[in-house]
């Protein structure tokens, strides 16, 4: 069965701290993903990986970083957060490349970052 | 124009009615199709992929996809208030990785 797992459900934090959202999938997936999700805005895509060590900025990579050094693990660093990052945050991730049609993305259960 | 277009709702049906929840993508090229479902403060969860024109039926689901019209429809046959939840439409396109998603339409099923 597919699992995404994110370090976090909850998360507090004050402008100007460093956090780290930590999401994991045990399916051996190539691609991994990190969303923002607001109400009216729907799902935006902030930063992908496609393999360890390899990112392309999404939609909105301002302001975030990320990382990936295991092919399971996918990280996503607010440098100096803001309260304009308050927001959920979703991780997803899925099989394929980019010319495969099998790419459902799978989701992790969301990290719900408020900043003070 | 948006690259994934819902009606963002609500769209009411009485319980046991059939749901019709609608999509269209503005991009020619797109190879694979998705509807999600989305609780109230949960994660999406995938219910439905499609990937060739016609219908494809998963209980009492059935997604229906028009290339030649470009758009993507879910019917939910049965509805249950238990299906009450927004549901996103996401479009993958080719030589992307990433899917593109709608805003999602909330449905509302009635008692």
């Known amino acids: 069965d597919v699992k995404v797992t994110q370090s976090s459900r909850y998360l507090v934090k004050r402008t100007g701290e460093k956090v780290f959202l930590e999401c994991v999938q045990d399916?051996?997936?190539?691609?991994m993903f990190w969303y923002r999700q607001d109400p009216g805005l729907g799902l935006r895509l902030i930063y992908f990986?496609?393999?360890?060590?390899?990112?392309e900025k999404g939609d909105i990579p301002e302001g975030y970083s990320v990382s990936r050094e295991k092919k399971e693990r996918f990280s996503l660093i607010l440098e100096s957060a803001s309260t304009n990052q308050t927001s959920m945050y979703l991780c997803?991730?899925?099989?394929?490349?980019?010319?495969?049609?099998?790419?459902?993305?799978?989701f992790g259960p969301g990290t719900r970052l408020t900043v003070l | 124009q948006k690259e994934v277009e819902q009606n963002s709702g609500p769209l009411s049906v009485p319980e046991g009615a059939i749901a019709s929840l609608n999509c269209t993508y503005s991009d020619r090229v797109s190879q694979s199709f998705f509807w999600y479902r989305q609780y109230s403060g949960k994660s999406p969860e995938l219910i439905m992929s499609i990937y060739s024109n016609g219908d494809k039926e998963d209980g009492r689901f059935t997604a229906q996809l028009n290339k030649a019209s470009q758009y993507v429809s879910l019917l939910i046959r049965d509805s249950q208030p238990s299906d009450s939840a927004t549901y996103l439409c996401?479009?993958?396109?080719?030589?992307?990785?990433?899917?593109?998603f709608g805003s999602g339409t909330r449905l509302q099923v009635q008692p």
């Open positions: 996401a479009v993958k396109r080719t030589g992307r990785r990433a899917l593109t």
């Open positions: 997803a991730s899925s099989l394929g490349g980019s010319a495969s049609s099998y790419n459902e993305q799978f």
């Open positions: 399916m051996d997936h190539e691609n």
């Open positions: 990986s496609y393999d360890v060590k390899m990112k």
